[in-house]
T-cell receptor, first 117, second 116 residues
Framework: GAVVSQHPSWVICKSGTSVKIECRSLDFQATTMFWYRQFPKQSLMLMATSNEGSKATYEQGVEKDKFLINHASLTLSTLTVTSAHPEDSSFYIC?????????????FGPGTRLTVL | AQKITQTQPGMFVQEKEAVTLDCTYDTSDQSYGLFWYKQPSSGEMIFLIYQGSYDEQNATEGRYSLNFQKARKSANLVISASQLGDSAMYFCAMRPTDNYGQNFVFGPGTRLSVLP
C-alpha cells in the first residue's frame, strides 16, 4: 500500500517550452500532496502544497505563474513548468499524504529529473 | 519555525562496521516526529525510521536505530554492520505529528560512503 508514482521519470526539453509532471497516489486517496525541488548535492526544498479542489499554496520565492499546480482529483496532482529555462533544470519530487498507513504519513514518488536545454 | 542541522557533509565507514549520522533539530512544536530517509543515486526517497517526540524508547528498525536525546534536541541515526548498498545520501527530517497536512522539513543531508 501507499504507492506514489510520477510521470515522466525524466524529461529533456528545449528552453521556452512547457513540461507537465504527474504525481499519482495509486492505492489511496490523497487530499494533500506536496511538491519538492532538489538541486544537485542539495536537500529537498518545498515548492508548494497541493490541495484537492482548491488552489495550491506556494512557498515564498516560488513563482506561481511559472510552476502551475493542479490537484484535480484525490489521486492526481500535476506540476507544469511553463516557459522552462535551463535554471529550472532540477529533480522534482512529489509526496502524498495519507493517515491510513501510520508514519511516515506522507509517501514520496520516485521523482522526475528535468533537463532544460 | 523548524530547522534541521546535519553537520557531516560526508562520512566514510568500513564495510561491516557501525556508523552514526548526526542530526540536531529546533522546533517550537510540542508534538513532532523525526524521520530518516535514504536517497540512493536513483533519487528515490526511502523511509528508514521514525521517532515520535513522546516516545520514550529509541526507535529501531532492523540495522537502523535512532539515538533520540530530546533534551539535547538530537536524533542521530545509527547503522550497524554497514553494507556496500548503504552508500547513499541520508536526510534527517521532521514534521509536526498532530497534523499530517504539514510538510517535511529536511536537513542538508550526509553522504555516506561504505568502503570494501
Amino acid at each position: 500500500g501507499a504507492v506514489v508514482s510520477q510521470h515522466p521519470s525524466w524529461v529533456i526539453c528545449k528552453s521556452g517550452t512547457s513540461v507537465k509532471i504527474e504525481c499519482r497516489s495509486l492505492d489511496f486517496q490523497a487530499t494533500t500532496m506536496f511538491w519538492y525541488r532538489q538541486f544537485p548535492k542539495q536537500s529537498l526544498m518545498l515548492m508548494a502544497t497541493s490541495n484537492e479542489g482548491s488552489k495550491a499554496t506556494y512557498e515564498q520565492g516560488v513563482e506561481k505563474d511559472k510552476f502551475l499546480i493542479n490537484h484535480a482529483s484525490l489521486t492526481l496532482s500535476t506540476l507544469t513548468v511553463t516557459s522552462a529555462h535551463p535554471e529550472d533544470s532540477s529533480f522534482y519530487i512529489c509526496s502524498a499524504m495519507s493517515a491510513d498507513y501510520g508514519e511516515p504519513g506522507q509517501f514520496f514518488g520516485p521523482g522526475t529529473r528535468l533537463t532544460v536545454l | 519555525a523548524q530547522k534541521i542541522t546535519q553537520t557531516q557533509p560526508g562520512m566514510f565507514v568500513q564495510e561491516k562496521e557501525a556508523v552514526t549520522l548526526d542530526c540536531t533539530y529546533d522546533t517550537s512544536d510540542q508534538s513532532y516526529g523525526l524521520f530518516w530517509y535514504k536517497q540512493p543515486s536513483s533519487g528515490e526517497m526511502i523511509f528508514l525510521i521514525y521517532q515520535g517526540s513522546y516516545d520514550e524508547q529509541n526507535a529501531t528498525e532492523g540495522r537502523y536505530s535512532l539515538n533520540f536525546q530530546k533534551a539535547r534536541k538530537s536524533a542521530n541515526l545509527v547503522i550497524s554492520a554497514s553494507q556496500l548498498g548503504d552508500s547513499a545520501m541520508y536526510f534527517c527530517a521532521m514534521r509536526p505529528t498532530d497534523n499530517y497536512g504539514q510538510n517535511f522539513v529536511f536537513g542538508p543531508g550526509t553522504r555516506l560512503s561504505v568502503l570494501p
